[in-house]
Each structure stands twice: as C-alpha cells, then as structure tokens.
C-alpha cells in the first residue's frame, strides 16, 4: 500500500457549495483528513458549512460556523482526523460571495 499525501486548495468560495479543491477520492483509494482550515478573506463575519459528500449527500463536519474577518477556524487537524471512502468529497461554502479560502491536507492510501 502506496501513502501519499496531498495539499487541495480553493480561494474566493462563495454561497455556492464546492469540492476544496475539486477533489474526490479516486476508485481503490482510502484517505485521511491530516487538517482543513478555512480562512475568512472579506472584511466582515461570514458563516461557513463544511460537509463530507459521500457522493450522494451531505454530512455535516460543520454548520453555520462563524468566522470573523480575517480570522481562521481550523475544524480538522491535531487530534481530529476524518477517513474519506471512495468518492468522498470534502466540501465548502460561505454565506457571503468570493469570501473564503481553504487548505485541506489529506494522506491518500492506494
């Protein structure tokens, strides 16, 4: 089994829901979540849902999470990890248009 770790990035999301960085579990991979943190760009609060797409639907990591301007929340990493399946998708999104950034880094196991 093959472990390599990638960095996913997305800048100026909005109130459209979006995969961090187009990303999805390819077929006959496994992943880890080593952290995610999501960066508030604009220049007033903004409420942030962050969710697991198992390919169908939406489960929540985080809802209506507030982040202050120029602020960072940092939902996954240190202690908490997150196993992704094939087809999972992490995905984002803001109350606010183009307001936030993210980095998730995950260990992909083949």
């Known amino acids: 089994m093959a472990n390599t770790f990638y960095r996913k990035l ?15 579990v ?17 220049g007033a609060t903004v409420a942030v849902d962050i969710t697991v797409n198992d390919g169908a639907n939406d489960h929540y990591i985080v809802k209506a999470a507030p982040i202050s301007a120029g602020g960072a929340l940092v ?3 240190g202690e908490q990890k997150i196993i992704l399946a ?10 606010a248009a183009s307001s936030i950034d993210a980095v998730l880094s995950i260990m992909e196991i083949t």
């Not at 997305?10 to 187009?22: K, Q």
């Open 26 to 42: 390819p077929t006959g991979a496994t992943a880890v979540i080593v952290g995610l943190t999501v960066c508030n760009t604009s």
């Open 10 to 24: 997305s800048r100026n999301v909005g109130t459209s829901i979006t995969a961090i960085g187009s990303y999805t």
């Open 75 to 77: 939902p996954i990493g």
């Open 86 to 95: 094939e087809g999972d998708s992490v995905k984002i999104k803001s109350d």
